[in-house]
């Protein structure tokens, strides 16, 4: 009955074991980089307004200063906006002013009509002492955009849902932010209706490498590692008994290291030859195996030529 060789069962059950978790590392956690925040940016932003009428005998004050309006009795705004960011590392930031009519119609949940106007050209700035504030006003014409909506109604024969955005728009070292204002558009009335937070914060964050990966892969090579070494030592130690057998009248295997201190060593490139200068001196080759190595040895007279092959 072959006995069970118990190292090379654990060693499979180690590599087995590695080879899974490396597995397990790459499949529930995927190659992803995590962000670690390094800087949040207090934001603060603001939008006033001024709406100035048409001539008419109804209204005193202009500009107007109300909740909603009549919107046939608008004639334009003057907007200001103001967008102040503090605290940052960012190295630069650019913003334009745009305006944009959205057109929707019932039922259907994307706009079927867009325009954008662009009210000012991007402005691009260094940041300096790590704060910067902008302030911008624009002015909107109000009655020229609805009346271009109901021109595009007329030209169609379609009823629209259609606002106007009014947007300052800012993208600070890649990261885009904006103040945003709504109106309504062809109604009645109409009202300007901010979209935007008055505080808020624009958060840094530092890409790291998701170590988790390379555990997984650090843990696979490693079980490579270990089988390629297995392979290798089996290779070898295959090797040595095949020449064993080969060779058996040639080769005398001893227990104890031969003395060969004050002797001339001749180390030969492989096995084959040291064969040869056996047999070409009708002499006899020395085995002694160690925990690491095979070592092959033919002495004549002061010199001895040697070859080892590695156990691992």
Not at 188 to 212: A, G, H, R
Not at 236 to 250: M, T
């Amino acid at each position: 009955m072959k006995k069970l060789n118990y190292a090379n069962i654990f060693l499979f059950i180690i590599t087995t074991l590695i080879s899974l978790l490396g597995v397990a590392f790459l499949i529930f956690k995927p190659l992803e980089n995590k962000k670690t925040p390094t800087h949040i940016s207090p934001i603060t932003k603001n939008a006033t307004y001024e709406v100035y009428l048409k001539d008419n005998p109804y209204y005193n004050q202009n500009p107007l200063n109300t909740n909603a309006y009549v919107a046939n009795s608008i004639d334009y705004l003057n907007i200001y906006f103001d967008y102040n960011y503090g605290e940052t590392n960012a190295h630069s930031y650019s913003y334009n002013i745009t305006a944009e009519i959205i057109g929707y119609v019932d039922n259907i949940n994307e706009p079927i009509w867009n325009k954008k106007f662009i009210l000012t050209n991007p402005t691009t700035k260094n940041i300096n002492q790590n704060k910067f504030n902008i302030k911008e006003k624009t002015t909107i014409n109000y009655s020229y955009y609805n009346n271009l909506v109901s021109s595009y109604e007329n030209s169609y024969n379609i009823v629209l849902d259609a606002n106007l955005l009014i947007s300052l728009n800012i993208e600070i070292d890649g990261k885009k932010d904006s103040i945003e204002l709504n109106m309504p558009l062809t109604k009645t009335t109409t009202k300007i209706i901010p979209n935007y937070q008055e505080t808020n914060s624009i958060t840094t964050s530092k890409e790291q490498f998701n170590s988790n990966y390379l555990i997984g892969i650090i843990l696979l090579l490693t079980s490579i590692f270990i089988i390629f070494i297995k392979k290798s030592k089996t290779s070898n130690l295959n090797y040595s008994k095949k020449i064993l057998k080969e060779y058996k009248d040639l080769i005398i295997e001893v227990n104890n290291k031969p003395n060969i201190t004050n002797l001339n060593i001749l180390k030969v490139n492989n096995l084959e030859d040291l064969i040869y200068i056996a047999e070409q001196n009708n002499l006899n080759i020395i085995y002694y195996k160690t925990i690491n190595t095979y070592n092959f040895y033919v002495i004549i007279n002061n010199y001895v030529y040697s070859y080892e092959l590695r156990a691992t």
